[in-house]
């Protein structure tokens, strides 16, 4: 039988989005309110101008220079493989030969920018475009060159959810522990922008034309991003070995599904209801041991509608500081469970609750709003971070100081 | 603990669906690529949405619903699916139109349904179930990443009645792709010739097979799933057979004791050799049997297999089709379902009668 008393710890973290590429990096950012958005450079569209995005600042050959990576195989792929390493050097476990390491890594988009460049000769002429392009269009394709690059050969899987794929990778690691199938875990997730999300958020029309604003009244939709986000997840056994601090626990994690629509949240948040309240009950904790809440807070009107009400039902009447972080590093897809539980665990760690830029007037329905300014010194005992995706998967995780 | 195997469901490239056929009524083709026999949908699904909806989703959904109804469960405890392409069908559609339109009014619809997770979506929104939910979409062991997750939420005692499945829809782009990249033959063969040909490439499959998972001991149980586990990149044969023989040994098992063994050869000599090395060593003294000139080669065809073997154990019978050696015991009570997809990936699937 599993062991699900066991602790399980967050030994290192790794990320690369719009706001940097490195942990470093991000809280210089974050200590300067700097948001990661501008104009697309990654590729030709007819959306450059009016929809802006939040791209990682490194060229597809500069990312090959620094991962030392022979071939381009995709941007997701190159994103994960900078901070699945920054986490894996972070974590700095020695003697890690003699223990059994995972990796779960989730994306979206796979392989999906080389594909478009394929299809463009294909679809013109079925015999043409290079086969190299379209080999690595799976998104297991992404997880397995990174996990030869890191030598990871125990366990190996990825999970595709939409936009809470990675903090599904998350837990489903702290899982693999508790159930001692490995010892040690590096969780998390990439997806990089590519032509086929920009257009298909957009035919949503949920795409924002100016920076996205979160739960503010007048919010007209999300920007996309791109990044990747890796926690190292080590048994109680390991931890114990470790001669660096660490960072902190994940004590709670559930995932609840919405079935409600296929792409639009419930009006009263069902899905994101569960998905925290059950989050809360694995940890043990009530609402009010939450010290800060990062928000799925994508920018729509329908997902923080959602979202709030369901923070509402579960928080009303007293608020812990809340904020999107997706107001500096755009909407990252799968990566952006992983991207915000880096963000997480650096909160705890370094006593930090970042800013929801750009808020100006609070929602007309919710009795509360998110935190506007960079708060250092803060004593955070328990962090929760929410990821909610198409097909109503629901995601919470709740990080808590050791 | 041990974890069971409730009920099942398969839709492929024979009359596995819907049917106490057992394999007798064998579906004959001269192509290199198999399609799955449609059910009649309007059982399923609502028929306004049936239009809507692409085929592995209407595959994934129909199965699914006939796996719970089968296991007389109507709301499971978890959702999860296993799929390596996902739903490539909306997602050619999307990209096909964002290029040849250049990018200009587009429809959103194959946009939405292109997510890897659509289809455990749709169960649940379907079924209006809360419960976990989950999609796994690693290559050639999709569908055991999303079995070996089922059997940790049993042992974590946080769910029951757990649907697993796999999916995976051919098109005729993917099918298109997948021949240029040289994963099947070149010339058209007989399904039920497949082993003879001697040559490189299988043949192309698709289809869903859905299981119900429980912890809980019943005479209608179809069987016990005793373990399963998946390796990478083995060194080389004498590797997998190390493998192999660890995992039986885990189970207190060697491999005489196995009454038989479902290999994954799919007529490709590269891809059976190891099978063909394996015959030879390890499994030496086994009754073998194979599959994949049923439901073709695909990602998660290893899921047709664990509906074949559920079956052999429920019904005590093999079919004769399946047969590659000499049955030795008529009504195996242990079988072993040993695949690997292009040598990387590597997956043992263990049951017993009940």
Known sequence: MA???????????????????????????????????????????????????????????????????????????????????????????????????????????????????????????????????????????????????????????????????????????????????????????????????????????????????????????????????????????????????????????????????????????????????????????????????????????????????????????????????????????????????VFSALAIKHGLIYPNLRFETRMSDLPFEPERKFLKDQDLKHVMSNSFGFGGNCTSLIFSKI | MKVYIRSAACISAQKTFGTNDFLTDVVEYNSTRLQAIEPDYKEFIDPKLIRRMSHVIKMGVAAAKECLKNGDTEMPGAIITGTAFGCIEDTVTFLTRTIEQNEELLPPTAFIQSTHNTVAAQIALMLKCHAYNNTFVHKGVSFESALFDAIMLLKEQEADNILVGGTEEMTDTSFTILTRLGLYKRRPVSNLSLYKSESKGTIGGEGAAFFLLTDKPSTDNLAELTAVNTFYKPKDTQDIEKRITAFLAANSLRPDDIDLVITGKNGDVRNDEIHRQLSKSLFKNNSLAYYKHLCGEHTVASSFALWLASNILKKGVVPDVILETKLKVAAPKKILIYNHYQNKYHSLMLLSAI
């Open chain 1, 3 to 341: 062991n699900m008393d066991q602790t399980v710890y967050i030994a290192g973290v790794g990320v690369i989005s719009a706001i940097g590429n490195n942990v470093t990096e991000h809280l210089a950012s974050f200590e300067r309110e700097e948001a990661g958005m501008a104009e697309i450079t990654l590729f030709d569209t007819i959306h450059r101008h009016t929809r802006p995005v939040a791209e990682v600042k490194l060229t597809d050959d500069e990312l090959i220079a620094q991962t030392g990576l022979s071939t381009h195989n995709g941007r997701t792929a190159l994103l994960s493989l900078v901070a699945a390493r920054e986490a894996m050097a972070d974590a700095a476990i020695s003697g890690l030969q003699e223990l059994r390491v995972g990796f779960v890594s989730a994306n979206t988009v796979g392989g999906m920018d080389r594909s478009e460049d394929f299809f463009v000769k294909f679809l013109a002429d079925n015999s043409k475009g290079k086969l190299k392009n379209v080999f690595d269009h799976e998104c297991g394709s992404m997880t397995e060159i990174v996990a030869d690059q890191l030598g990871i050969t125990d366990f190996m899987t990825t999970i595709s959810t939409a936009c809470s794929s990675s903090a599904n990778a998350i837990f489903y690691g702290a899982r693999l522990i508790r159930n001692d199938v490995v010892d040690v875990v590096v969780a998390g997730g990439a997806d990089a922008i590519t032509k086929f999300t920009l257009n298909g958020f957009n035919t949503l029309m949920i795409l924002d034309d100016e920076f996205c604003k979160p739960f503010d009244e007048h919010r007209e939709g999300l920007n996309l991003g791109e990044g990747a986000g890796y926690l190292v997840l080590v048994s109680d056994k390991v931890a114990k070995t470790l001669n660096k601090p660490l960072y902190c626990t994940l004590s709670g994690y559930n995932n609840s599904n919405d079935a409600y629509h296929q792409t639009a949240s419930s009006p009263d948040g069902t899905g994101s209801y569960l998905a925290m309240k059950k989050a809360l009950d694995k940890s043990g904790l009530q609402p009010s041991d939450i010290d800060y809440i990062n928000l799925h807070g994508t920018g729509t009107p329908n997902n923080d509608s959602a979202e709030g009400t369901a923070v509402k039902r579960l928080f009303d009447p007293v608020y812990p500081p809340m904020s999107s972080t997706k107001s500096f590093t755009g909407h990252t897809l799968g990566a952006s469970g992983g991207v915000e539980a």
